[in-house]
């Protein structure tokens, strides 16, 4: 991010098939909606995890901690590729 050149990261991962991608996607997802992995996050974070195809695509912003006043614009155009594997609350 500009204004926050710390923060901000897209996270790709490539993976050998598709369901591998998959299985992936939701165990993180898992982790990311459970104790230990909400705790390591600001309550307000927004975790974004789409797929597409063999790929994963990963990136977490928080409104409250937001330096950069574009990230909530790349986590919405990131939600328009692939498809999204929800983080539960």
Do not use: C, K, N
């Not at 898992?30 to 790929?55: K, M, N």
């Not at 901690?65 to 614009?73: F, I, K, L, N, W």
């Amino acid at each position: 991010m500009p204004a926050d050149p710390i923060h901000g990261y897209i996270v790709v991962y490539e993976f050998p098939d598709v369901a591998t991608a998959a299985a992936a996607g939701h165990d993180l997802a898992t982790y990311l909606g459970s104790g230990p992995g909400r705790v390591q996050f600001p309550s307000d974070v927004q975790h974004l995890i789409r797929q597409l195809g063999t790929t994963l695509v990963i990136y977490s912003w928080s409104p409250s901690a937001a330096t950069d006043p574009h990230e909530d614009r790349i986590f919405s155009d990131l939600s328009t590729i692939g498809v999204g594997i929800d983080v539960p609350r």
